[in-house]
């Protein structure tokens, strides 16, 4: 099964799905828009909650960085006057210089995950969608700043005028991505922001008219007017779009078939199909091992019905 990923939500989802499913037959195509160098190392956000939630590594906390992770070497840094932009564990970091020393080298980040990928024993396939660079720049009333300076330093204060992903129009999917595209039946879009986590691999040349010949399902990150965690409802209003789950059916609206919405959003109760997508009711909600699983149970169930799946034993 292919699956689209941020972060936060999409992790957890493949928490379950790793338990459910054969780990092996998951490809997860993962957003690299809001990747940043921090003191010589490429940080890729959601590359990284991907591999640590798949290796059981993941600071369930926060949903990012690596669980029991030591700060020694940036509280050294602040002493010595020099403040990261992000908090970066030292465990974490060993994964950052990895990539960035293989990047030094001339491999491709497509590459140098897969070598992280297989040294952290994932045995799903994780696949940045692209080998170049994106960068995700939020248009405010103050200004335009990296999405990091955004939601990290600014704690996602400023008012959000639209968002722009720079670089987004040269760059190509990966060769992994479009492999894993050509040969699927089934793309899930996980619940992580439809915006900024989503939007930039849907942006990426010629993928959203391949999902419209593939069976789509996606899950709602947003629960009546809010967002689990982050900026989603946010930056969804800014973009134009209904801070819901309608408002993410329209996000993809052009290609999906059913959406899989939380059991207590009030503001879709009852509703059997929109638009001809079809909304599914389920508990969304992954606050532990057995809803991840759940949850994970159910979208297969989906795709089955479909047969679109072998059948699990
Ligand atoms: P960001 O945090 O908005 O920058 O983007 P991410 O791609 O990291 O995605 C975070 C999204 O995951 C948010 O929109 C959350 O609402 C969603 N999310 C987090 N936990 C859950 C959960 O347990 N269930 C669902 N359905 N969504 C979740």
Same mark, same amino acid.
């Given at each position: 099964m292919l699956v689209f990923s941020g972060g936060t939500g999409t992790p957890k989802l493949l928490i379950g799905l790793k338990d459910v499913f054969d780990e092996s037959q998951l490809s997860v195509v993962v957003n690299t828009a809001e990747d940043v160098w921090v003191s010589g190392n490429l940080v890729c956000p959601d590359v990284d909650s991907v591999l640590y939630a798949l290796s059981g590594r993941i600071d369930e906390e926060r949903w990012w960085g690596v669980k029991d992770d030591t700060f020694t070497t940036h509280e050294v840094l602040r002493r010595l006057g020099y403040e990261e932009m992000l908090k970066i564990g030292d465990t974490d970091r060993a994964t950052h210089i990895l990539r960035s020393e293989l990047l030094r080298a001339g491999r491709s980040l497509t590459e140098a995950t897969q070598i992280l990928a297989e040294r952290l024993r994932v045995r799903a396939k994780v696949i940045p969608m692209t080998d170049d660079r994106v960068e995700t720049l939020i248009r405010t009333t103050e200004g335009k700043m990296h999405f990091q300076e955004f939601w990290v330093l600014r704690r996602g204060e400023p008012e959000v005028l639209g968002v722009e992903f720079k670089g987004i129009n040269e760059a190509k999917p990966s060769a992994a991505f479009l492999r894993e595209l050509r040969k699927a039946f089934v793309v899930l879009i996980g #619940?992580?922001? #439809?915006?900024t986590s989503i939007g930039p691999i849907l942006r990426l040349r010629g993928i959203r008219d391949a999902l419209k010949n593939k069976f789509v399902v996606a899950v709602s990150p947003i629960i009546g007017k809010k967002a689990i965690s982050g900026p989603a409802a946010k930056l969804m209003r800014a973009c134009g779009y209904e801070a819901s789950a309608l408002g993410v059916l329209r996000c993809y609206a052009d290609f999906l078939d059913v959406l899989v919405v939380d059991v207590r959003d009030e503001l879709v109760r009852g509703k059997k199909e929109v638009d001809g997508v079809r909304l599914l009711a389920a508990d969304t909600v992954m606050n532990d091992v057995k809803r991840c699983e759940c949850l994970a149970e159910f979208i297969l169930d989906i795709v089955e019905a479909e047969r679109l799946l072998p059948k699990r034993t």
């Open positions: #619940p992580s922001n #439809p915006i």
